[in-house]
């Protein structure tokens, strides 16, 4: 297995925080790569933010409605490949 982390979106040098909108999937989930995941949202756009690869979503680690920096691990797809 090998696990892929999700992280929140960096647009730019100067991007702030993201804020986590909504999750569309729960932890166990088992996904396609291209699947929605949740949906951020920064000062200049809303996203979907989308599975990297084929696999089972990991822990839910920033909640809905809370804010997080560029970078942070969001959760991860544990995948075969």
């Known amino acids: ?16 925080d993201s804020y986590i909108k909504t999750w ?4 166990g ?3 396609h790569a291209g699947t929605p995941l949740l ?13 990297p690869a084929d696999g089972v979503v990991g822990e839910l680690l ?4 809370s804010e997080v920096p560029p970078g942070t691990v ?3 797809i544990e995948s075969e490949s």
Request: hydrophobic residues 45%.
């Open 1 to 16: 297995m090998v696990r892929i982390d999700v992280t929140a979106p960096r647009y730019g040098m100067t991007e702030g």
């Open 24 to 27: 569309l999937v729960e932890a």
């Open 29 to 31: 989930a088992t996904v």
């Open 39 to 51: 949906v951020v949202e920064t000062a200049k756009a809303e996203t979907e933010i989308e599975s």
């Open 62 to 65: 920033a909640t809905a409605d």
């Open 74 to 76: 969001l959760t991860w």
